[in-house]
């Protein structure tokens, strides 16, 4: 047992080092481009830090661990929205500007609404022979992802916020480089962190869905929550925003459609909670608009994400 455990703390340092490596340097390359504060969070720091699940729930694919893709993109998902947000709310309430209202968090909805209806099929409609994601239902995603990428970028509005002066002062062999070491420490982070955790889930007795959407969510959830937390308090609303929301659409779309494209996804380990609570989240981050001080997440709906989070998790305990 301490031997897996030093391996899995092992593995998770590799992988939110990694993780932070290929986020400061991509996002150096991003200011670069002239992209505004948002896009940079939403595709260039939600990517990265999506970089952990992605090696995680893909390896776990090529391994044969259904539980541990999907439940560590529900569990992450979950995590980022209900207690990522939540923390960084309550630090500094989020201003939600009118793109953010009319298409980003109406999107995230939408992503997951479409994950819960492909994925839980035979449960909510008594369609196909058990619940899951197919290969052609993986593909799907992917070409989803792709317009996605595209559309966002078409319709950026770059800020006119100049380049912050570490940003100036690195050169951009330097911000590639930390890009390869990134990636190098996420693909050989994540294998050793799959399968340290799934050998303690079977030490204990819990089963991979409850280690998938509890200690590998929350692992490989870190770089999420570092950078939405420094980016509140530097007063980077957008940033933190874009991080959480592109990281839950990375989540769903690549990672479950890579997952799926390697090998289907069961959903036999997920019930109506897991997914009700992953419907929420995303919810409650579209009420909170209208909720409290409208066009803002504030300190009010900061409580409720965090209260549904640890409710949540409550629920999971009992259940173990």
Avoid: H
């Avoid at 899995?8 to 080092?17: I, S």
């Avoid at 259904?66 to 569990?75: F, L």
């Amino acid at each position: 047992m301490i031997v897996q455990i030093i391996l899995l703390l092992a593995g998770l340092c590799l992988v939110v080092f990694g993780a932070d490596a290929l986020v400061d340097g991509a996002t150096a390359i991003a200011r670069r481009a002239g992209v505004s504060e948002f896009i940079v969070g939403l595709l260039i720091v939600g990517f990265g830090t999506s970089m952990p699940e992605l090696v995680v729930s893909v390896t776990g694919a090529l391994e044969g661990y259904s539980d541990v893709a999907i439940g560590n993109v529900v569990g992450s998902n979950i995590f980022n929205s209900l207690l990522i947000l939540g923390l960084t709310a309550m630090i500094l309430p989020v201003g939600i500007t009118r793109q953010n209202r009319m298409r980003d968090i109406p999107l995230a909805l939408l992503v997951t609404f479409l994950l819960i209806f492909s994925g839980m099929s035979k449960t909510l409609f008594s369609l196909g022979a058990s619940d899951g994601l197919s290969r052609v239902e993986g593909i799907v995603f992917l070409v989803l992802f792709a317009a996605y990428i595209i559309f966002s970028f078409k319709t950026d509005k770059p800020d006119s916020e100049s380049e912050s002066a570490s940003e100036k002062t690195r050169p951009l062999w330097l911000a590639i480089l930390m890009c390869l070491g990134g990636i190098a420490g996420l693909v050989f982070g994540g294998r050793l962190f799959v399968n340290s955790a799934v050998e303690i889930a079977r030490m204990i007795g819990a089963s991979e869905k409850f280690i998938a959407i509890t200690i590998l969510a929350a692992g490989t959830s870190l770089p999420e929550l570092v950078t939405s937390v420094v980016a509140a308090v530097k007063g980077r609303g957008q940033l933190a925003l874009g991080n959480i929301l592109g990281s839950n659409v990375f989540n769903i779309l690549l990672i479950l459609g890579c997952s799926a494209l390697i090998r289907p996804v069961s959903f036999a380990g997920m019930n109506l909670v897991d997914m009700g609570a992953l419907l929420l989240s995303a919810v409650l981050i579209w009420t909170g608009v209208y909720t409290g001080r409208r066009n803002q997440i504030d300190r009010f709906d900061a409580a409720l994400l965090l209260l549904a989070y640890m409710a949540y998790m409550g629920w999971l305990f009992v259940k173990m």
